[in-house]
T-cell receptor, first 114, second 113 residues
């Protein structure tokens, strides 16, 4: 069964700082990978996804993530954060062979100081 | 399209009571799932369904039942509520070919006293 680890529970940054949130997954086969964001008081929405091809994936709002298969990682990056990026970020994985079942990580809370 | 809708938004139960959380989607999505969100634990999959009449257990299925009689609806039943089931519950849907991009409902905040 697949699993996801997000090691950063709470990250605090100043505006304009660069962001990298770690995500590692455990599964031996082909996977689909996702980053979701939950803004305060809102439900989850998709930031970006990887299913094949270029391992560098670009999403909405200037976010990107890189799939490194050898490291089982899918880290989320943004070169310059804004106060409006304050939210909780979730990494998720689904096995290609069982695409209806998606497993989420425990989330990383991002706080941006204005 | 309304997307994924959930009712109620808030609910308070006493230990031992039963209730059903409703979830409906109007996007004709085959896949539907239920998650619970708890602080520090992210979202955990309770049950999921790949189509009408087909359901399967997720990571934390104990204490919950589901059924899928139609493509649109996927209710979650708490048979005998316990304080450990205090959580925020999210329903989500997706479709084959979307590589399982989930569309989430607004959530139900449940408190069990």
């Amino acid at each position: 069964a697949q699993s996801v680890s997000q090691h950063n529970h709470h990250v605090i940054l100043s505006e304009a700082a660069s962001l990298e949130l770690g995500c590692n997954y455990s599964y031996g086969g082909t996977v689909n990978l996702f980053w979701y964001v939950q803004y305060p008081g809102q439900h989850l929405q998709l930031l970006l996804k990887y299913f094949s091809g270029d391992p560098l994936v670009k999403g909405i709002k200037g976010f990107e993530a890189e799939f490194i298969k050898s490291k089982f990682s899918f880290n989320l990056r943004k070169p310059s954060v804004q106060w409006s990026d304050t939210a909780e970020y979730f990494c998720a994985v689904s096995a290609y062979s069982s695409a209806s079942k998606i497993i989420f990580g425990s989330g990383t809370r991002l706080s941006i100081r204005p | 399209n309304a997307g994924v809708t959930q009712t109620p938004k808030f609910q308070v139960l006493k230990t031992g009571q039963s209730m059903t959380l409703q979830c409906a989607q109007d996007m004709n999505h085959e896949y539907m799932s239920w998650y619970r969100q708890d602080p520090g634990m992210g979202l955990r999959l309770i049950h999921y369904s790949v189509g009408a009449g087909i359901t399967d257990q997720g990571e934390v299925p104990n204490g919950y039942n589901v059924s899928r009689s139609t493509t649109e609806d996927f209710p979650l039943r708490l048979l005998s509520a316990a304080p450990s089931q205090t959580s925020v519950y999210f329903c989500a849907s997706s479709y084959p070919g979307s590589y399982n991009e989930q569309f989430f409902g607004p959530g139900t905040r449940l408190t069990v006293l």
